[in-house]
């Protein structure tokens, strides 16, 4: 399946390695993710050398081309939530992870489109079992919305 990833580039780099976990570990299930640039560590550099409109363009592209969107958004970012707002739009099952006791916004949290899902997680080792129940439930032809 392809998967597009979100996570905060501009808005700051504090979750890069939870970033990496998530990537790897949809990569190790066989999923294609085209914005698995987004986990390296050197993504700012990366992203410098491209036009804003580029960026956008091929952001834009790999969301429509993709057939759901996760997202971790313990850190603000107005890019992530333009890319979610595209996705939900555009009937895209969206997964938004955030890590307790993070300040998401009240926009991804109270939320009521039918195709998101937003769940917390404590420790890292959990967002693979709530990656895994969002397949699941993606198989199961089950409503998506649920908290």
């Excluded at 939320?111 to 129940?133: F, M, Q």
Aim: aromatic fraction near 8%; include cysteine.
């Amino acid at each position: 399946m392809k998967v597009y990833f979100a996570g905060s580039i501009v808005g700051g780099r504090e979750n890069a390695q939870i970033y990496a976990q998530i990537v790897e570990y949809l990569l190790a299930k066989g999923h294609e993710v085209p914005s698995a640039h987004v986990a390296r560590p050197d993504v700012l550099d990366w992203e410098k050398k491209n036009p804003p409109s580029l960026i956008y363009e091929r952001d834009i592209a790999w969301v429509r081309e993709s057939e759901v969107m996760i997202a971790e958004v313990s850190t603000p970012s107005m890019g992530v939530g333009y890319e979610i707002a595209t996705a939900l739009q555009w009937g895209k099952p969206v997964l938004c992870l955030y890590r307790q006791g993070s300040t998401v916004s009240k926009m991804i949290l109270g939320n009521t489109e039918p195709n998101i899902r937003v769940k917390s997680y404590g420790a890292p080792e959990e967002l693979l079992s709530l990656i895994d129940g969002f397949f699941s439930g993606l198989s199961d032809q089950s409503p998506v919305n649920s908290r």
